[in-house]
């Protein structure tokens, strides 16, 4: 099915989207998003505040011979353009979701023949008047019941997204499996800050003949471990007990969390009479990792929930 109203310009807050160009700008400013994210777009802005459903969408970006997991590309679509749009599932400005139906778009919107205006100014400034006997409409989304929306990752900023994993990204895994190798991964770093701080005195008999100044090596292993205890005590709590939103609080966290998880990676460099150098070296590096893994397990369980309730 061909894209309709090809003469076409929608604005909608900040952002405008070109129906003839294919192009979308937020403040003047042109934003990357792909062909089937914008088609999508473009459905909803054609009808705002009602539902459009997934077949409809089924049909404009697959024809019937094409053979797609549906589900699985339908997802990454509306996850692209939520993300363009700084938009989120769980508190949507512009998109909802409607479990199992398909979306709605929130927002007001102004449909605008093209030449009628010139294309948005930056932010801040003023924009001229349209030319005499142009038209334009407004369109208010119609109102609707509220429907819970469902789950998804919330976008991340661009500097995050352009090194790490994206949720769009990774595989869907049931939270129960995710909550299991979270939990462990906790307990664990419990274990190393309580084994440490219990043999505290071997700990500073070998790093005091290995280095001549250790004593401030000594007062970091304290405070990290101090400060580590109550954070990791904290995650086991809240992944035990299944606490709403813990992706969105670890990555609150993960800025303290990184740097202190970097160092203990380190400790196995304390068992090297034990284990040898060629295995201490092996252990942190894997340990060097574990804060990554630990954010994308969480985005696998968050993905999971989203396709679950879609």
């Not at 054609?46 to 797609?68: S, Y």
């Not at 989304?141 to 998804?152: I, L, S, W």
Request: charged fraction near 20%.
């Amino acid at each position: 099915m061909a894209p309709t109203s090809p003469q076409i310009l929608f604005r909608f807050g900040v952002y405008e989207a070109d129906a003839n160009t294919g192009e979308l700008r937020k403040s003047g400013v042109r934003l990357r998003l792909q062909e089937q994210p914008f088609q999508v777009l473009l459905m909803l802005l054609e009808r705002p505040g009602e539902l459009v459903t997934r077949e409809e969408i089924r049909q404009r970006l697959w024809p019937a011979d094409t053979f797609v997991d549906f589900d699985h590309s339908l997802n990454t679509v509306i996850n692209k353009l939520r993300e363009t749009l700084g938009d989120s599932a769980s508190n949507p400005r512009f998109v909802e979701t409607l479990a199992r139906r398909g979306y709605r778009f929130l927002a007001p919107v102004e449909r605008i023949p093209a030449g009628a205006v010139p294309a948005a100014t930056p932010a801040g400034n003023v924009q001229p008047p349209a030319s005499a006997g142009s038209k334009m409409t407004r369109v208010e989304p119609r109102p609707a019941e509220k429907t819970t929306a469902a789950p998804a990752a919330v976008p991340q900023n661009a500097a995050a997204t352009s090194v790490l994993t994206q949720a769009d990204e990774v595989p869907a895994v049931a939270r129960r499996h995710v909550r299991v190798l979270f939990f462990l991964i906790q307990l664990m770093y419990l274990c190393f800050y309580i084994a440490a701080l219990a043999r505290l005195a071997q700990v500073q008999d070998l790093l005091q003949r290995a280095l001549q100044h250790h004593e401030w090596l000594i007062v970091i292993l304290i405070a990290s471990a101090a400060i580590g205890i109550p954070v990791r005590l904290y995650l086991i709590a809240a992944v035990a007990f299944d606490v709403r939103g813990l992706t969105g609080k670890f990555r609150t966290l993960f800025p303290v969390l990184f740097p202190l998880d970097e160092l203990w990676a380190l400790s196995p460099f304390l068992l090297t009479p034990q284990i040898g150098l060629g295995l201490a070296l092996a252990a942190s590096a894997a340990l060097i990792y574990v804060p990554f893994s630990e954010r994308t397990l969480l985005l696998m369980g968050d993905r999971h929930a989203t396709e679950s309730r879609m």
